[in-house]
DNA sequence: AGTGTAGGTCTTGAT
DNA sequence: GACCTACACT
């Protein structure tokens, strides 16, 4: 037990967080402890609440990792709990390694005692080594990436003689996927949607597939919980010895888990009772998550002291199966629990504040939180129109230079996209002006060809059963060792139920092989074997280089003239000297296979570019937020595939990038875009009249002069800004606004929203032929529950093959082609076009 | 066995 | 328009 008797052992982490929370909380901070010198009244309760399940309402820029931290430090330093007491869970390494590391500030060395902090993953996967036997698993169990779970569903659709053309494996994979993020075991899948994949078959191969990943001694990520949860569910004393080891339990980003993280979480999170009412409460978890929870809900057990921290307005990641309804199902899943909200923001200034709370006021599903800052209102938020992307990527590239001209740090600016393939524009716009950027986010180190073929080598070594990993690299080098010896290799495997490796072995005693593929094989096997051999007496890292120069790998890339080999064999060199940091191979192969670390390291100033939703946790002074159009923000595929709940969650992204602002938010939006190839016209996006105009500024893009040199468009640019412009002073959008604020949005009479009655007092005043449309394409059959839910595709179009046509920017022309909404159009002088026909007119 | 080309796709992406 | 995959060709 820790008792602190020397306040010195832990230490106050000094904080950029201004002193907050009034006389009476700093008088109440100088008595307690140094470490809550500095929290605010409601971090202070979250952190000292120890008894009984809390939850922490943490919005943007609350405070959230330090609460978590200093809880820690609080139950250990009140002697409440052991570090090895405490289970810690995050969803990104990322995530663990900062809380680890500010543990570390306040704790000094006391975190090496912490082997419970960690992603669910990784404390999944350590639980279930301990247990491997139970599922079937030898300790040394292989962990599947997706492109190892994906070759080995395609193998059994070719076995089962599916058509992987009409059933592909990737989508085997992400219904799988699926069901086992949502807890479900193969006999538990619903029958009916068992049933989408390949005429009723889909049950039938997640069943063999887990029978495969138990003879390849592997498992894939899901099964890293599902096991879990299944090995507690049958050995009540097992899950009965995590109970009691847990005496606290600690939850990051509770927002983003899914059922079977929440199954797991409730499993550990009941006082260990010997009657073990635990197991018998906790049966089938239905395919519903609502049911599940029903299923263990406040019933038997009494929940400990279980502390989830999150914040329902910064769920973004349902498409990958986390359940925002467990964050808003939290006090009846722990009855009694107590729910603190942090709301007082330390990061961004009172317009951008604003802006996002009254953006994300238009989601009905939340628990509902005010962010407030006691920062000045700083400048508004902007919102600027330009021609198309290129033109928007040359203002926002223009509007850095003048950042930096001012002395401000590249770091402290970041360009924020809805989709990936809008960094390329940015990306050559920077490479023109010779400014430094970096891509956060982008191919994974671990998932490069190189690095995939090296670890492949390294597990045939440690796990000779992972198939997966043999037929990897054993024609890698080429070894003359093609699909043939391999199949062949596949037939002798089956036949004796012996992994290929073994079966390599038999088959070269034979002569069954033409003498050059035998010769080549015989020495596979021997190197392995005296790999193996060396494993015993020579260092890992040591090993690895080993293999990879006598394997030949190395070799083959020193050999390859193409210009990314050299960065290849670095990755290389890399991966070794990452080996150093663990004890042995299966330690590292353990960490790699659920890491996915890159950091390049390289500190320099640059701006940096990423997705929304890889920017969440970040913070940056000046966040431009370009692409606001319908169809890519919100997106058109998750507004068509998830309806509202789409809608609701692109809000939430909309939100999660204002708020990374700590001083300018930029959003801009450009109205014409290539999207797959074609230039399309496109409307600004619903989020921006969704915007407080009281904190938003519309603005023509800084430094007009650069629009001089373009030439040919600036009339019409000009007729979009003042269309755009006038969007905020019409009578109709003041009157929307004043209903949405008191209302909240719906009013009666089947109106959607104020948007319809924008539109129309906005598209007769415009002489614009692409605002007359912007107006029609916004009404019509466009509303769930009386909401507007944007469609673009689909429709028929009202034209027929040779309409004579006129669009704004082309001119005329004839209609040559129709594909749905999209025109194929041969202009009289801009040459054939693809449009959407909304965008022109009969003539 | 290795290369060339046609066809299909084209959010977001931790573990 | 670009990239990946799968098949066919040599």
Redesign the pocket.
């Given at each position: 037990m820790i008792r602190m008797t020397e306040p010195s052992k832990i230490t106050s982490v000094p904080d950029h967080q201004p002193a907050a929370g009034g006389i009476a909380a700093r008088a109440r901070a100088s008595v307690g402890p140094k470490y809550l010198t500095g929290l605010n009244p409601e971090q202070r309760e979250a952190v000292e609440t120890l008894d009984g399940p809390v939850l922490v309402l943490a919005g943007a820029g609350t405070g959230k990792t330090r609460v978590l931290t200093t809880r820690i430090a609080h139950i250990l330093s009140q002697g409440r709990a052991r570090p090895a007491e405490i289970l810690s869970v995050?969803?990104?390494?990322?995530?663990?390694r900062e809380m680890k590391h500010r543990l570390g500030q306040m704790l000094g060395h006391a975190v090496e005692g912490m082997p419970w902090l960690g992603?669910?993953?990784?404390i999944?996967?350590r639980i279930l080594r301990f247990h491997a036997e139970l599922a079937q698993l030898k300790s040394n169990f292989t962990?599947l990436?997706?492109d190892d779970q994906v070759r080995l569903l395609?193998q059994l659709l070719q076995a089962e003689n599916i058509d992987?053309?009409r059933w592909?494996?990737?989508m085997l994979a992400?219904l799988i996927?699926g069901w086992k993020?949502r807890g479900l075991m193969p006999s538990q899948v619903p029958a009916g949607e068992a049933a989408v994949f390949a005429n009723g078959k889909g049950g039938k191969l997640y069943a063999s597939y887990q029978e495969r990943l138990k003879i390849l001694n592997a498992a894939d990520?899901?099964d890293?919980l599902l096991e879990n949860i299944r090995i507690f569910r049958e050995h009540p004393d097992i899950l009965r010895q995590y109970q009691q080891r847990f005496k606290f339990i600690l939850v990051d980003e509770y927002q983003?888990t899914?059922v079977a993280q929440y199954l797991w979480l409730r499993l550990l999170s009941q006082a260990p009772s010997p009657a073990a009412a635990a197991p018998g409460a906790i049966d089938d978890p239905s395919s519903d998550a609502a049911a599940a929870a029903q299923a263990l809900a406040p019933a038997a057990a009494r929940p400990k002291n279980i502390c989830c921290v999150g914040d329902d307005d910064q769920s973004?990641?349902?498409?990958?199966?986390?359940e925002v309804d467990n964050i808003l199902r939290f006090d009846h899943d722990f009855p009694g629990a107590k729910v603190i909200r942090l709301e007082r923001n330390y990061r961004s200034t009172g317009h951008i504040l604003a802006a996002a709370s009254h953006l994300i006021a238009h989601n009905e599903g939340r628990l509902g939180k005010t962010l407030r800052t006691e920062d000045h209102d700083g400048e508004k938020v902007t919102v600027t129109g330009s021609w198309d992307s290129e033109e928007e990527a040359r203002g926002i590239g223009e509007e850095i230079e003048q950042i930096q001209r001012k002395g401000e740090k590249l770091n402290e600016i970041a360009i924020l996209?809805?989709?990936?393939?809008?960094?390329?524009e940015f990306e050559d716009r920077f490479v023109t002006l010779g400014l430094p950027y970096r891509v956060?986010?982008g191919p994974?180190f671990y998932e490069r060809a190189e690095i995939r073929d090296a670890l492949a080598y390294l597990r045939v070594i440690n796990s000779p059963a992972d198939d997966l990993a043999f037929e990897r690299i054993v024609?890698v080098p080429?070894?003359?060792?093609?699909?043939?010896?391999v199949q062949m290799l596949h037939d002798h495997a089956r036949k004796r139920r012996i992994p290929l490796f073994e079966a390599a072995r038999a088959v070269v005693e034979t002569d069954e092989l033409k003498p050059k593929?035998r010769g080549s094989l015989r020495e596979v096997v021997a190197q392995f074997d005296r790999w193996r051999a060396q494993r015993e007496v020579t260092a890992h890292t040591d090993l690895a280089q080993i293999v990879l120069d006598e394997s030949g790998y190395t070799e083959m890339w020193q050999k390859d003239r193409s210009a990314d080999a050299a960065g290849r064999l670095e990755n290389l060199k890399e991966l070794v000297r990452s080996m150093e940091e663990f004890e042995n191979l299966q330690g590292f192969l353990e960490h790699i296979?659920?890491?996915?670390?890159r950091d390049g390291g390289a500190e320099d100033d640059a701006v940096s570019l990423?997705?929304?939703?890889?920017?969440k946790g970040l913070e940056f002074d000046n966040v431009f937020l370009p692409g606001w159009e319908e169809g890519l923000f919100?997106?058109?595929?998750?507004?068509?595939?998830?309806g509202r709940a789409?809608l609701e969650?692109?809000r939430r992204?909309g939100h999660v990038g204002i708020t990374r602002a700590r001083r300018r938010a930029m959003i801009y939006f450009a109205t014409n875009r290539?999207i797959?190839?074609?230039w399309s016209t496109t409307i600004p996006s619903r989020f921006l009249d969704e915007l407080p105009a009281a904190n938003v500024e519309i603005t023509e893009s800084k430094g007009g002069s650069a629009w001089g040199g373009t030439g040919g468009y600036g009339a019409s640019r000009f007729d979009d800004m003042e269309a755009f412009g006038s969007s905020y002073s019409t009578p109709g959008w003041q009157r929307a606004q004043a209903n949405r604020n008191r209302g909240g949005g719906r009013s009666g009479g089947g109106r959607s929203g104020g948007f319809e009655e924008e539109a129309a007092t906005f598209s007769p005043s415009s002489s614009d032929p692409d605002f007359g449309s912007f107006s029609s394409r916004r009404r019509g059959p466009l509303t769930i529950e009386g909401e507007l839910v944007a469609k673009s595709t689909g429709t028929t179009s009202e034209f027929a093959l040779d309409d004579r046509v006129f669009h704004q920017k082309f001119g005329y022309g004839r209609v040559t082609k129709i594909d749905g909404n999209k025109l194929t159009i041969a202009f009289d002088k801009a040459g054939e076009k693809k449009v959407v026909d909304s965008f022109v007119q009969r003539a």
């Amino acid at each position: 037990m820790i008792r602190m008797t020397e306040p010195s052992k832990i230490t106050s982490v000094p904080d950029h967080q201004p002193a907050a929370g009034g006389i009476a909380a700093r008088a109440r901070a100088s008595v307690g402890p140094k470490y809550l010198t500095g929290l605010n009244p409601e971090q202070r309760e979250a952190v000292e609440t120890l008894d009984g399940p809390v939850l922490v309402l943490a919005g943007a820029g609350t405070g959230k990792t330090r609460v978590l931290t200093t809880r820690i430090a609080h139950i250990l330093s009140q002697g409440r709990a052991r570090p090895a007491e405490i289970l810690s869970v995050t969803f990104t390494n990322k995530a663990a390694r900062e809380m680890k590391h500010r543990l570390g500030q306040m704790l000094g060395h006391a975190v090496e005692g912490m082997p419970w902090l960690g992603t669910f993953h990784s404390i999944g996967g350590r639980i279930l080594r301990f247990h491997a036997e139970l599922a079937q698993l030898k300790s040394n169990f292989t962990v599947l990436d997706v492109d190892d779970q994906v070759r080995l569903l395609k193998q059994l659709l070719q076995a089962e003689n599916i058509d992987d053309k009409r059933w592909p494996a990737r989508m085997l994979a992400g219904l799988i996927d699926g069901w086992k993020n949502r807890g479900l075991m193969p006999s538990q899948v619903p029958a009916g949607e068992a049933a989408v994949f390949a005429n009723g078959k889909g049950g039938k191969l997640y069943a063999s597939y887990q029978e495969r990943l138990k003879i390849l001694n592997a498992a894939d990520f899901g099964d890293l919980l599902l096991e879990n949860i299944r090995i507690f569910r049958e050995h009540p004393d097992i899950l009965r010895q995590y109970q009691q080891r847990f005496k606290f339990i600690l939850v990051d980003e509770y927002q983003d888990t899914n059922v079977a993280q929440y199954l797991w979480l409730r499993l550990l999170s009941q006082a260990p009772s010997p009657a073990a009412a635990a197991p018998g409460a906790i049966d089938d978890p239905s395919s519903d998550a609502a049911a599940a929870a029903q299923a263990l809900a406040p019933a038997a057990a009494r929940p400990k002291n279980i502390c989830c921290v999150g914040d329902d307005d910064q769920s973004i990641y349902g498409w990958r199966g986390a359940e925002v309804d467990n964050i808003l199902r939290f006090d009846h899943d722990f009855p009694g629990a107590k729910v603190i909200r942090l709301e007082r923001n330390y990061r961004s200034t009172g317009h951008i504040l604003a802006a996002a709370s009254h953006l994300i006021a238009h989601n009905e599903g939340r628990l509902g939180k005010t962010l407030r800052t006691e920062d000045h209102d700083g400048e508004k938020v902007t919102v600027t129109g330009s021609w198309d992307s290129e033109e928007e990527a040359r203002g926002i590239g223009e509007e850095i230079e003048q950042i930096q001209r001012k002395g401000e740090k590249l770091n402290e600016i970041a360009i924020l996209v809805r989709a990936s393939y809008q960094m390329r524009e940015f990306e050559d716009r920077f490479v023109t002006l010779g400014l430094p950027y970096r891509v956060i986010g982008g191919p994974r180190f671990y998932e490069r060809a190189e690095i995939r073929d090296a670890l492949a080598y390294l597990r045939v070594i440690n796990s000779p059963a992972d198939d997966l990993a043999f037929e990897r690299i054993v024609n890698v080098p080429k070894r003359g060792l093609g699909d043939a010896t391999v199949q062949m290799l596949h037939d002798h495997a089956r036949k004796r139920r012996i992994p290929l490796f073994e079966a390599a072995r038999a088959v070269v005693e034979t002569d069954e092989l033409k003498p050059k593929a035998r010769g080549s094989l015989r020495e596979v096997v021997a190197q392995f074997d005296r790999w193996r051999a060396q494993r015993e007496v020579t260092a890992h890292t040591d090993l690895a280089q080993i293999v990879l120069d006598e394997s030949g790998y190395t070799e083959m890339w020193q050999k390859d003239r193409s210009a990314d080999a050299a960065g290849r064999l670095e990755n290389l060199k890399e991966l070794v000297r990452s080996m150093e940091e663990f004890e042995n191979l299966q330690g590292f192969l353990e960490h790699i296979s659920l890491v996915m670390d890159r950091d390049g390291g390289a500190e320099d100033d640059a701006v940096s570019l990423m997705t929304l939703h890889s920017a969440k946790g970040l913070e940056f002074d000046n966040v431009f937020l370009p692409g606001w159009e319908e169809g890519l923000f919100p997106s058109q595929r998750t507004l068509d595939e998830q309806g509202r709940a789409g809608l609701e969650e692109e809000r939430r992204l909309g939100h999660v990038g204002i708020t990374r602002a700590r001083r300018r938010a930029m959003i801009y939006f450009a109205t014409n875009r290539r999207i797959h190839g074609t230039w399309s016209t496109t409307i600004p996006s619903r989020f921006l009249d969704e915007l407080p105009a009281a904190n938003v500024e519309i603005t023509e893009s800084k430094g007009g002069s650069a629009w001089g040199g373009t030439g040919g468009y600036g009339a019409s640019r000009f007729d979009d800004m003042e269309a755009f412009g006038s969007s905020y002073s019409t009578p109709g959008w003041q009157r929307a606004q004043a209903n949405r604020n008191r209302g909240g949005g719906r009013s009666g009479g089947g109106r959607s929203g104020g948007f319809e009655e924008e539109a129309a007092t906005f598209s007769p005043s415009s002489s614009d032929p692409d605002f007359g449309s912007f107006s029609s394409r916004r009404r019509g059959p466009l509303t769930i529950e009386g909401e507007l839910v944007a469609k673009s595709t689909g429709t028929t179009s009202e034209f027929a093959l040779d309409d004579r046509v006129f669009h704004q920017k082309f001119g005329y022309g004839r209609v040559t082609k129709i594909d749905g909404n999209k025109l194929t159009i041969a202009f009289d002088k801009a040459g054939e076009k693809k449009v959407v026909d909304s965008f022109v007119q009969r003539a």
